[in-house]
């Protein structure tokens, strides 16, 4: 028992010893590669329809990009409130779609069921890509 006990302490010298008390340098940000985009408005008309697009041109929507990178879009409402898409207001579906070919990112509104709605839950949509590395 004597012989453990000593090597459990030669052990935790040992650590104290080695771990230095030097600060290293400094990394970088971690959300330097972070591309986020303006608040950009919804164009939906009033006019009741089935569904409503609004496509978005954005360089950064690339092949690398869309092939690697985590994609967040989220919009707000008129009352400032902010939610994930996809995302459900009753009857009204709201969801996108990303095309590296075009460099585009589709804003889709759509009736769950095929009827005619007004889309207006939502008066604009950002995005945000985080590269994988």
């Given at each position: 028992?004597?012989?453990?006990?000593?090597?459990?302490?030669?052990?935790?010298?040992?650590?104290?010893?080695?771990?230095?008390?030097?600060?290293?340098?400094?990394?970088?940000?971690?959300?330097?590669?972070?591309?986020?985009?303006?608040?950009?408005?919804?164009?939906?008309?009033?006019?009741?329809?089935?569904?409503k697009i609004?496509?978005?041109?954005?360089?950064?929507?690339?092949?690398?990009?869309?092939?690697?990178?985590?994609?967040?879009?989220?919009?707000?409402?008129?009352?400032?409130?902010?939610?994930?898409?996809?995302?459900?207001?009753?009857?009204?579906?709201?969801?996108?779609?990303?095309?590296?070919?075009?460099?585009?990112?589709?804003?889709?509104?759509?009736?769950?069921?095929?009827?005619m709605e007004?889309?207006?839950?939502?008066?604009?949509?950002?995005?945000?890509?985080?590269?994988?590395?």
């Open positions: 028992m004597k012989t453990i006990s000593r090597i459990i302490s030669v052990v935790f010298i040992l650590c104290l010893v080695s771990c230095s008390a030097e600060d290293g340098d400094d990394g970088m940000d971690g959300n330097a590669n972070v591309i986020s985009s303006d608040w950009i408005t919804i164009n939906f008309s009033p006019t009741p329809n089935t569904f609004q496509i978005i041109d954005d360089s950064n929507i690339s092949e690398a990009n869309v092939n690697s990178a985590a994609f967040q879009v989220y919009a707000r409402t008129a009352s400032g409130d902010v939610y994930t898409i996809p995302h459900e207001f009753g009857n009204r579906s709201y969801f996108y779609s990303l095309s590296a070919a075009d460099n585009q990112l589709t804003f889709r509104a759509e009736s769950i069921n095929n009827s007004v889309f207006s839950d939502f008066t604009e949509i950002r995005y945000t890509i985080i590269p994988s590395n």
